[in-house]
């Protein structure tokens, strides 16, 4: 199987995943605490243990700015659930506002995600199943509820086909792809750490720790594996 076809295939899943959860099974599965949890340890395991040293490896190449790319996907999806949802509150239809900023930010982080698998995928099955098993966690449970409750049919699938559009356009600009590849990889991770910290905060809502350690433990085990296999 070639990197292109593995790479349309997960995507594909990632895209079907997040059409089920978002318009099916959403509510069920924002309720299940230890699913989410689980999840959330598995990408803090894989953000300390494979993406930050994957940008490291980048940052001897292209110098230590690589990772203010890591501080703004932290920032900007910040601003987006803080700054932007108390300030829009002044405004007429602000939730609607709301919500179209929230679904543009998400719909461009899925696209990065499908343009990145296809990177991985060219480095081999265990690098792109590494990356593709926290990513399909995120999307099942919606680590960050999101609740854009699409209205009209189309739009919801279009949506969902983020990952999969960013399959599409990576595979056929891979040598682009490639060269802008470490920013993408910080800001995806910076990003993904926000939401990992924003849904883990200590509170009555907040992850069931037990299941968060059993997350981190089972993909460190994992990665660990993976560093005598790659």
């Known amino acids: 199987m070639t990197f292109h076809i593995l ?40 953000i300390i243990l494979r993406l930050l040293p994957e940008i490291s490896s980048y940052a001897i190449i292209d110098g230590r700015g690589i990772f203010l790319f890591v501080l703004f996907g932290f920032v900007s999806l910040n601003l987006v659930e803080q700054y932007l949802y108390k300030e829009v509150g ?7 506002y709301h919500k179209s900023i929230h679904v543009t930010y998400f719909f461009i982080y899925n696209f990065f995600i499908g343009l990145v698998l296809v990177i991985f995928a060219s480095k081999g099955l265990m690098q792109v199943l590494l990356f593709f098993i926290p990513f399909l966690l995120y999307i099942i449970v919606e680590i960050l509820p999101q609740e854009f409750e699409f209205k009209n049919q189309a739009f919801r699938i279009f949506y969902s086909l983020a990952p999969l559009f960013g399959a599409v356009v990576g595979i056929n600009s891979i040598d682009f792809i490639n060269s802008v590849f470490g920013s993408l990889i910080s800001f995806i991770a910076g990003t993904l750490l926000y939401i990992v910290i924003r849904e883990s905060l200590p509170s009555d ?14 993909y460190a085990l994992i990665i660990f594996v993976s560093w005598n296999l790659i």
């Not at 720790?209 to 089972?218: D, E, M």
Request: proline share 2%; net charge positive.
């Open 7 to 46: 790479s349309l295939i997960l995507a594909g899943i990632l895209s079907f995943a997040d059409y089920i959860t978002e318009n099916i099974f959403s509510k069920k599965l924002r309720k299940n605490r230890k699913l989410i949890s689980f999840a959330a340890g598995v990408a803090i395991s894989y």
């Open 90 to 96: 002044k405004l007429k239809h602000s939730l609607e």
């Open 205 to 218: 809502k907040a992850e069931k720790p037990l299941y968060f350690l059993i997350g981190v433990l089972f």
